[in-house]
């Protein structure tokens, strides 16, 4: 990969190398000025667009098999897991939703179970309470209001209960096509430490993200920067020595650069383990997660 700006971070491993001796290293003469470090230059609009487009281009050699993470046969069974998503692994809520679909295929079926069912069957996500409640209030509004369907609009989407603009858009762009970015927290963390974005709220972030790539990119988009943030950028501790688009990422160094060291950090497929669908699609190249209560 050749430099793209200049503010390129060295190349994984490179900070392990001893430094040459310069000017930096020598002491100044005695009584001359110290001249400040130049700031470095500030990387234009341009440059950066043209880096994140590179960045994504490589992430998608990277995940080619780049997916929703989500167990799923149709558009309510992603809104579902979806919902129950939040706070928790798509790996526990995969482990959680097979039972929970058979018991409760439809809105009709969910809408009418019975409360305390319902909390039991999904309790292994967390917060299952108010989850509880979100799943019976939004089947019961597909129920009444859109005709026992899924509404495959984002404004009819987030009319219903426990429903937001990235549950929305996950389901959206993986069960009816429509494009869509999924702000979600590992989407926000990364599009910041890349400098694509300075912002934290979600939908300022979905906006500057959508500013930089086609429409037509951004389903796919989301599951790579998703599938880096899980695997190899992690939230407490990146694994840079590791990362494949290290040299294009101004924020390496921000985690561990030794490359043993990163290697280890590495999960799922990456680091050779199972992944988080007990049903993954075709082509994926790691193993599928095992089913509740079974060991790795
Ligand atoms: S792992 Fe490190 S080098 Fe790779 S994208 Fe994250 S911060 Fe950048």
Excluded at 2 to 23: E, L, M, N, R, Y
Excluded at 54 to 66: F, I, S
Excluded at 69 to 89: C, H, I, K, M, R
Aim: proline share 11%.
């Amino acid at each position: 990969m050749k430099p793209a700006t200049a503010d390129k971070p060295a190349k994984p491993g490179a900070a392990d190398k001893p430094a040459k001796p310069g000017a930096a290293d020598k002491p100044a003469k005695p009584g001359a000025a110290v001249k400040p470090a130049k700031p470095a230059k500030p990387e234009s609009r341009l440059a950066m667009v043209r880096r994140a487009r590179r960045m994504n281009r490589e992430l998608a050699e990277v995940y080619p098999y780049a997916h929703p993470e989500l167990d799923f046969e149709n558009p309510f069974e992603l809104l579902v897991a979806t919902v129950l998503s939040a706070q928790t692994t798509d790996l526990r809520v995969n482990q959680t939703t097979p039972a929970l679909f058979a018991k409760y295929p439809t809105p009709e079926d969910m809408a009418a179970a019975d409360p305390e069912d319902l909390e039991q069957l999904i309790r292994p996500t967390g917060f299952f309470r108010a989850k509880a409640r979100s799943l019976l209030g939004l089947s019961a509004a597909i129920r009444d209001n859109f005709g026992g369907e899924v509404p495959g609009r984002l404004e009819d989407l987030v009319t219903l209960p426990g429903v937001g603009r990235k549950t929305a858009n996950v389901v959206l762009g993986n069960a009816f096509g429509v494009a869509g970015l999924s702000v979600d927290t590992h989407f926000g963390r990364l599009v910041r430490r890349w400098k694509w974005t300075a912002h934290e709220d979600p939908e300022k972030v979905e906006a500057d993200i959508a500013a930089i790539f086609p429409k037509s990119e951004w389903t796919m988009l989301s599951h790579r920067i998703i599938f880096h943030g899980r695997r190899v950028c992690h939230s407490r501790k990146p694994a840079c020595g590791a990362c494949p688009i290290a040299d294009l990422c101004p924020s390496y160094g921000e985690g561990e650069t030794d490359p043993d060291k990163a290697k280890k950090l590495l999960k799922y497929e990456m680091g050779g383990h199972p992944g988080q669908r007990l049903k993954p699609p075709p082509g994926y190249p790691g193993r599928p997660a095992p089913p509740l209560g079974a060991a790795e």
